[in-house]
Each structure stands twice: as C-alpha cells, then as structure tokens.
C-alpha cells in the first residue's frame, strides 16, 4: 500500500509535468516544425540532459540513496546530512568542472552529439547575420543551456534526500517549473513575433533559469524537513570514497548507455528533420515512461532499502513483484496504444504550424517501434532499484553496456538500410535484451521469485490491452477526418478515443479479472 501511495504521489505530479510537457512540443511543432533550426535545439537540450542522466539522476542518485539511508539508521539524521554535505560537495565540483570544459570547448565538442547538422546558412532574418547555420544555432544554444546541468544534478541530489524521508511532493512538481518557463516563452515568443533562431535561443535561457527555480524548491523542501546541509569545501572522506566506490559502475553504466543515445542522435542528424522526428516520438512514449516507470523507481529504491536494511529478504521480493505487476498494468495499454494508433496521436497533438502532414508520417513510423521497447524501458525502471538497494551498481553496468553495444551496431546498420525510424526498432530491442539479462540474474539470486499472483495477473492484463487495441485501432481510423483539423476538433477526437480505449481496457481487465475493484478499494483507502 506504502509503495502504491508513493507511486501515486510521484505519477500524479509527474502527470502534471508531462502534461505541460506536452503542451510545450506542442508549441514547439507549431512554431519550429520538424527542420534544421529544429534539430538545433533538439542537439542543444541533448548535451546537458545526457549528462544530467549520466552524473545526477542515474548514477549518482543510485549510489547516494542507500548510503544516505543506512547512515540516517545507524548515525541519526545529523550524520546522514553530514555526509549528505560531503557529497554535496563533491558533486557540486564535479558537474562544475564538467559544465566549464563544455563551454569553453562547445563550437568543437558539439561535434559529439550533431556532427551532421547543416553547415549551410539558415534563412536570412533580421535578428541574426547570413552565415548562421543550423550547427551555429546549436553551439550557442547548447551554451546557454550548460548552468542547467550544474543546476539540475543538486536539483537530483536534494530530491534523493527528500525521496529516502519520504518526502516525494516537491522533487516530483520540480520538474513543472521547467515546462512552465518554456511554455512562459512561448507565450512572449507568440506576441513578440520572434524569428525562429531567436526563439531558440531564449527557449535555452529559459531552460538554464528553470534550473534555479527547481533548485531552489527542493533546498527550500528540504530545510521544511528538517535536513540541515552545510556548505564544504571537496574532500575525499571515507564516505564519498564509498560514493566513488558505488557511483563509478553506475555512472559508467548510465554513460554507456546515454552516450550510447548521444551517437544514435549524432548519426540521426545525417538526415535532415530525422532527430525532430525521433524527439517528437520520444517525447510522446516519454509520457508513460516518466509516469509509470520513473515514478515506480524513484519510490521502489526506499522502499526496497528499508526491506534489506531491515533483513526483510520476503518483504523485497513482495515488493518487487508488485512493482512488476503494476507496471504491466499500467504500461501494457499505454503501449498498445501507441502503436495502435501513432498517426492519429501524434496528427492530433501536433499537425498543425510549422508541422506538417509529412512530419506526421514520419513520426509515426519512430513513435511505433518505440511502442514496442516501451514495456522494456519501464522495467528496467523497476528491475534494476533491486540491485541498487543492495549496493550493486556494478551488474547493471555490465548488461547497460551490452544493450549500448547492440543498440549502436544494430542503430547503425538500420539508419543505413531502411532510415531513421531503424535507430528506434534498434533501441527497443535493446532494452529488452537488458530486461532479459537483469531478470535473469534477479532469478538465480533468489532476489525475484514471481508469485502465483504475478504469473496469474500479467497475461490477463496482456489479454485486455490486445483488446483494447483492437478498439482503439478502429476507432482512431474511423475518427481519423477529425485530427489535424484545428485544435478544438483534434483534441476532443483526441479526448473521445482515449476515453473509450480507458474504458474498454477497465471494463476488459474487470472481466478477466486482471484487477479486482475491492483491490483498487483497498489501494486508494487511508489505510
């Protein structure tokens, strides 16, 4: 019950957020389209939010919370926060020291992420010289946007902290204020009439001064709870040793697989529009993922932690097959959907502006092999906090690795032989191949042993998300005229299909018995 509340809190806060989320590509599609000013911004977000996942919230992250836990049962919450200073500052030297080479290298380094992007100059206008390039937008843009990075990775370290108390309100509604701030310049951006490349570039300031806002909310969160930080000077204590010791894996194996996407990305920029194309598609399976599996991670790593510390062997292995169970009920439908049904989707949300009928198309062909890997992305979210909790960071590292490697290769030779949606079947069958190989390990351990519940549960719910899909599938062709059409007419053919497919999967699941109502009853209760 504990870990569905927590879940709960986080997803309805991480709805909000990608809510927001979705209104701001949508303004984005309407003002940008799916071009090479575009595919500059696109490589300017990518540099720090690659390494913000790298550094802050994957490994980092990973390694801190159960440290940060075990020293509030044995040292009190004074000595967890004494070492939560000391890693505080380790970090804060590390992400800064990083963020300073980028700036100082970025017309070289940006190589690394849009080594294809145009060299030729961008249509003339009156805020910026006849030379400018698409490559030219996206070195100042990923300029500006660099402070983030340093912002965002103590935005992660303070959401740990709240996370391990039990605190999950503020670091889930964090990342709202990025969203608001973007659509805020939008907002400017409709009434000012600002040319293309110029609203590029107040959209990465916009991005950097979000970062402090969300920095500071969490700190103020913190103080609120009683967590008192204090500023010191980088040293190299037995305690960030041990952060160093655990960290290091995870953050070879987050950087694996993240600059593994950072090459996928680069050799998608060989193609005019393709990483629009692919953003598009990933912001749109992002939504469940941040929803579903980021929020069952983040409240399944405490959770697990307390189990272990506390010798409870069952407890973990309970938990961990609830995850599962919840996460194939909720990630199941969501994934039939989008592939259901991507045109009429993505023809719906942004069809209209600078995007176009074309743009559509090729969205859907990514968005729906993205489809397929995103039940895979989601347990990874859940599979690997079991071996985070107990301080292994190093398994994950191997098999992030060995997905990276045939992502990479497979990315590759399918870019090559039938284009760019080929980068998204390679990253979907990449994932599972990790799903396999963790499960795999998390079986001959004895750290998972689905329950009779487990095994029951997961073909039903996959039996009422076929049958979902098959409705939704004629439904959005027979309403398929109405999207694309204006924005009030798309958005309540939009709202009316996605409406039935809910009801058609509560009423299926209901039937098969996926889920009972005294269960949801029981779920949402005080108790």
Not at 141 to 156: E, F, K, R
Not at 341 to 369: H, N, Y
Not at 400 to 418: C, D, K, P, Q, R
Request: proline share 4%.
């Amino acid at each position: 019950m504990r870990l569905i509340k927590s879940t709960a809190i986080i997803g309805s806060l991480t709805l909000m957020s990608r809510v927001l989320g979705l209104v701001r590509d949508t303004l984005t599609a309407n003002f940008l389209g799916a071009g090479p000013v575009n595919d500059a911004l696109v490589t300017a977000y990518k540099i720090p939010n690659t390494f913000r996942r790298i550094f802050a919230e994957g490994a980092f992250n990973a390694a801190f919370v159960p440290l940060y836990a075990r020293r509030i049962e044995e040292d009190g919450e004074a000595g967890a926060d004494n070492f939560a200073s000391e890693s505080l500052a380790a970090l804060f030297l590390m992400v800064a020291a990083l963020v300073i080479v980028f700036e100082l290298t970025m017309p070289w380094t940006l190589n690394l992420f849009g080594a294809g992007l145009g060299r030729e100059a961008l249509s003339p206008n009156a805020d910026f010289p006849q030379n400018l390039s698409s490559y030219d937008l996206a070195v100042i843009g990923a300029q500006l946007t660099m402070p983030y990075l340093l912002l965002i990775s103590l935005t992660a370290m303070f959401s740990g902290i709240l996370n391990t108390r039990h605190h999950f309100a503020a670091a889930a509604f964090a990342p709202v204020l990025l969203n608001s701030a973007l659509i805020g310049v939008f907002i400017v951006a409709g009434g000012a009439k600002w040319s293309q490349p110029l609203l590029v570039l107040y959209l990465c300031i916009g991005m950097a001064v979000s970062g402090i806002f969300q920095l500071s909310l969490v700190v103020w969160a913190c103080r609120k709870a009683g967590v008192r930080l204090k500023i010191k000077r980088p040293r190299l204590t037995p305690g960030v040793k041990r952060l160093f010791v655990l960290g290091v894996p995870g953050t070879l194996a987050a950087g694996i697989t993240h600059i593994n996407i950072m090459v996928s990305h680069n050799i998608s920029t060989a193609q005019a529009g393709a990483p629009s194309w692919l953003n598009y598609a990933d912001r749109l399976y992002q939504l469940p993922l941040g929803i579903i599996g980021i929020a069952m991670g983040v409240a399944l790593l405490p959770a697990l932690t307390r189990h272990l510390r506390g010798g409870d062997e069952k407890g973990a292995r309970d938990s961990l097959n609830r995850a599962f169970e919840i996460a194939a009920f909720l990630t199941l439908p969501a994934a039939m959907a989008l592939a259901a049904m991507p045109e009429f989707l993505i023809a719906g949300i942004f069809e209209r502006g600078a995007f176009t009928q074309a743009d559509t198309q090729a969205t859907s062909k990514a968005l729906r092999m993205f489809a397929f890997g995103l039940p895979a992305f989601i347990l990874i979210k859940v599979l690997t906090p079991a071996f985070f909790a107990r301080e292994n960071t190093k398994t994950p590292m191997i098999y992030a690795g060995l997905s990276a490697i045939i992502n990479l290769g497979l990315g590759y030779y399918l870019f090559v032989t039938i284009g760019f949606w080929g980068l998204a079947i390679a990253t979907s069958i990449a994932a599972w191949v990790n799903v396999f190989f963790l499960t795999r390990i998390l079986l001959k351990d004895g750290n998972f042993t689905p329950d009779a519940r487990l095994l029951t549960r997961v073909p039903r719910i996959a039996l009422a998300s076929l049958v979902m899909g098959v409705g939704i599938f004629y439904l959005s062709g027979y309403y398929s005229d109405g999207v694309g059409q204006g924005l009030v007419r798309s958005y309540g053919h939009l709202i009316l299909v996605t409406g039935l497919g809910l009801v058609l999967y509560a009423l299926a699941a209901f039937t098969l018995r996926a889920y009972s109502i005294s269960e949801i009853r029981s779920s949402l209760g005080r108790k």
